[in-house]
């Protein structure tokens, strides 16, 4: 989240962890199962993938 605001230039509502904190029984996303089962290897970390994805969406206009 704090990557997100960085990118967008504002202060976001909640720090990673308090989002952590608030979603840790629901829902997160690991990739280690698909790692080990599949051999799965992400072409991006997640800060890239992120950063990609805003620069696409800024690139195309919808930001």
Do not use: C, Q
């Not at 199962?33 to 990609?52: H, M, Q, T, W």
Request: aromatic share 18%.
């Amino acid at each position: 989240m704090e990557l997100v605001g960085k990118l967008f230039g504002f202060r976001p509502p909640f720090k990673h962890d308090t989002i952590d904190w608030m979603t840790k029984k629901l829902w997160y996303s690991d990739v280690s199962k698909a790692r080990k089962v599949l051999k799965y290897v992400p072409k991006f970390s997640l800060d890239e993938g992120i950063k990609k994805t805003v620069d696409y969406y800024k690139k195309k206009g919808y930001l």
